[in-house]
């Protein structure tokens, strides 16, 4: 789990470009994020079950 001050730190403009540190807005989790959602993978698996994300459903063949 990150520290308060890791995610604080994430959200604040970055001195240059490529030092850009994406964190899921949930839960701050690094690894695993998905640009597109702006979420972790674990998050986004959650809330796509429950329905909160529109336009995604589970697959299935």
């Known amino acids: 789990m ?5 995610i604080v730190k ?3 403009p970055p ?3 490529t030092r850009i540190e994406r964190r899921c ?3 701050g989790r ?7 959602f702006g979420l972790c993978r674990i998050c986004f698996r959650e809330m796509a079950r ?3 994300i ?3 459903k589970k697959a299935s063949w």
């Open 2 to 6: 990150p520290t308060k001050a890791k």
């Open 25 to 27: 807005f949930k839960c």
């Open 30 to 36: 690094k690894k695993g994020y998905m640009r597109k």
């Open 50 to 52: 429950q329905g909160l």
């Open 15 to 17: 001195k240059y470009k």
């Open 54 to 56: 529109p336009g995604v």
């Open 10 to 12: 994430a959200q604040k």
